[in-house]
């Protein structure tokens, strides 16, 4: 869930205009009549890494309640009822009317907290608007140009507080944990997907043999895993032994090259499709045949959808040397998969089922890392001590300077830092502050994503 902003003001003061910009797209008609906005419209809004609900309202007007423009107002009252928060929109080049005041009267006694924004403040014209605005009693008003896109670091900075608060207490809700594990198992053909399948439902659900490519389309099972080894933690926690899975079996993946067949491209496009539906991915290697390249092509792509992904090395039961296998193949993925350490690197039987708990362990414990949220005070507090154990360079003399750090959303884990010549950053200091995320915030293993942005230039391509 996102919190929900209503956008508020009387006719014509741009409120449409600022939905679009914090859309990044034109929803909503645009036009120098006033009145054009009719129904509330919402859409998802991204305003430097915050994420959350945008909703567009008619501009509020005194009217009887039964006129249409009464309706409208009814509209925008109920909207602002259900929101987290209110933008209060007024023209900065018009000043205050008499129709704004009486919108400040009716949101002063409304519940729902309000920020001021004072829209077209681009140029000196808007400047005895902006101080007239004080008089409003709603504290700093936001100087803002929704056509120019003036302003937006500081309506952030105003909106971050509430954003950061709805989502932290939903958060702290209780979490549903008997919302079914989407787990997809994948790898190169003849691997062992439909066998590890076959043993975890104890029936021969889907069909085996030592022919490659008998499965085609990835099926999904429904399946209870009954957790015999719960710990004391999570038994206080409350974490039920019976956990509901959705098991989701693909079509072996081949080198792009030797697919050949309309049919098995359709199954691999397939197979795809399901790593994009999934939570956790199990990419099952043979443990006869070691790491291939094409292993790694598979892991690099279910890192790069942001999965949590899980290393199965199955046919256990007939490997040769164990123990220098599995070092090997935990250096090869290390090396291979440089933008993410730690993946769970698990040994099975699919025909035995020996390493299945351990494997379901793993595929619940990552889900769970992937789907949590960094306070915001332990996250500032890293970002204090990295910046200082480790300050950003100055090239050419010149400091770059990172200024604060959010978290702007989970699953996977997204951190949004905010700083001035972000452009200059090496590569290698972005590296260090995402492996201390890792490292020191507990998300090691799984894909985390580190966006570094200038307030100047909010809408600039994300990474």
């Not at 900065?92 to 009317?97: I, N, Q, S």
């Not at 952030?156 to 787990?183: N, R, S």
């Amino acid at each position: 869930m996102l919190p929900n902003i209503a956008i508020i003001g009387r006719p014509n003061v741009g409120k449409s205009t600022i939905f679009n910009r914090l859309v990044g797209k034109k929803l909503a008609l645009v036009d120098d009549r006033p009145g054009v906005t009719r129904d509330r419209r919402e859409g998802a809004a991204n305003l430097l890494g915050l994420e959350f609900n945008v909703i567009d309202t008619a501009g509020y007007e005194d009217e009887d309640a039964k006129s249409l423009p009464g309706r409208m107002r009814k509209q925008t009252e109920q909207a602002v009822h259900g929101a987290e928060l209110a933008i209060f929109v007024i023209d900065g080049r018009a000043g205050l009317t008499p129709l704004d005041e009486e919108i400040a009267r009716w949101l002063r006694s409304a519940k729902t907290p309000v920020i001021l924004l004072v829209n077209k403040a681009e140029g000196r014209e808007a400047e005895s608007g902006i101080l007239e605005s004080y008089a409003l009693g709603f504290g700093d008003p936001i100087p803002f140009s929704a056509e120019h896109g003036d302003g937006v670091a500081d309506l952030f900075q105003a909106i971050k507080p509430y954003v950061e608060g709805f989502m932290a207490a939903a958060q702290d809700e209780p979490k549903d944990e008997t919302a079914p594990l989407k787990l997809a198992i994948v790898g190169r053909p003849n691997a062992g997907k439909s066998t590890l399948i076959n043993k975890m439902l104890g029936e021969d659900r889907v069909i085996t043999g030592p022919e490659a490519g008998i499965t085609r389309d990835s099926i999904a099972v429904d399946w209870v895993w009954h957790d015999d080894a719960l710990t004391e933690e999570e038994l206080l926690d409350g974490v039920e032994p019976d956990r509901k899975v959705q098991l989701i079996d693909t079509a072996g993946m081949r080198k792009k090259a030797k697919v050949e067949d309309k049919l098995e491209k359709l199954s691999v496009a397939d197979a795809r499709h399901s790593i994009d539906f999934a939570e956790v991915v199990v990419l099952m290697l043979d443990a006869t045949k070691g790491l291939e390249a094409q292993d790694l092509r598979i892991a690099d792509r279910v890192v790069q959808e942001g999965r949590c992904l899980i290393i199965a090395i199955n046919k256990w039961d007939v490997a040769e040397g164990p123990s220098k296998l599995f070092n090997g193949i935990r250096t090869a993925l290390d090396d291979g998969l440089a933008q993410i350490r730690d993946v769970p690197l698990i040994a099975i039987s699919a025909f035995t089922g020996n390493g299945i708990d351990q494997l379901m362990k793993a595929a619940f414990n990552v889900r769970r890392i992937w789907s949590s949220r960094v306070s915001t005070g332990k996250l500032n507090r890293w970002f204090e001590d990295a910046m200082e154990e480790n300050p950003p360079p100055a090239p050419g003399g010149k400091r770059i300077k990172l200024r604060y750090i959010t978290q702007a959303k989970t699953r996977p884990p997204s951190f949004v830092i905010f700083g001035t010549r972000v452009d200059a950053l090496p590569e290698s200091y972005r590296r260090y502050l995402l492996n201390g995320i890792r490292r020191e915030l507990g998300f090691g293993g799984i894909p985390v994503r580190l966006i570094i942005r200038s307030p100047k230039n909010p809408y600039h391509d994300k990474e």
